[in-house]
């Protein structure tokens, strides 16, 4: 079985900030990772994905992540953070060759200061 | 883009009645459909799986009894919450896929049981 982990629940940062949301996770299998974005009451929104390849990955809005697998990591990263990036993120895994059940994290709430 | 339409957005019920929430891709032919429940400030926990055609898959402790699926053509799937109580009140969000190709999300439908 899969697990992630956000071992933030809240990120408060000023505007124009950089900011790191940290999400790790547990598989006995190879996975896929995904950053989901989640604006209030609204579905989810993917930000980026690790498949294969690069490890350095770079999605919508600015937004990147970095795969570590001796560390089983894959933190978010933007170097420059707007008032619209405020929103819930999850971090989400699934299994290489299998259905397309995501396993989430709990979530990050991301909140933008001006 | 690839769309996932989630009706009803919201939806109030009192206790005992059943509420039907609908997922359709309206572009794109969806082979599975997922279904997840998402309680406040929470991560998002998988239902079921739906699979045009056949039963669906439910994830251990959900009660397939209470909420049933169906997934009738490549573009619908309905979610019936049967004699619905207060906990049962959540967010539910739907997402769909065609084979391997990624995962689009509805826009989630609030419940609220009174």
Known sequence: ?114 | GAVVSQHPSWVICKSGTSVKIECRSLDFQATTMFWYRQFPKQSLMLMATSNEGSKATYEQGVEKDKFLINHASLTLSTLTVTSAHPEDSSFYICSASAGDSPLHFGNGTRLTVT
């Open chain 1, 1 to 114: 079985a899969q697990s992630v982990t956000q071992l933030d629940s809240q990120v408060p940062v000023f505007e124009e900030a950089p900011v790191e949301l940290r999400c790790n996770y547990s598989s006995s299998v190879s996975v896929y990772l995904f950053w989901y974005v989640q604006y209030p009451n609204q579905g989810l929104q993917l930000l980026l994905k690790y498949l294969s390849g690069s490890t350095l990955v770079k999605g919508i809005n600015g937004f990147e992540a970095e795969f570590n697998k001796s560390q089983t990591s894959f933190h978010l990263r933007k170097p420059s953070v707007h008032i619209s990036d405020t929103a819930e993120y999850f971090c989400a895994v699934r299994k290489v060759g299998g259905a397309q059940k995501l396993v989430f994290g709990q979530g990050t709430r991301l909140t933008i200061n001006p």
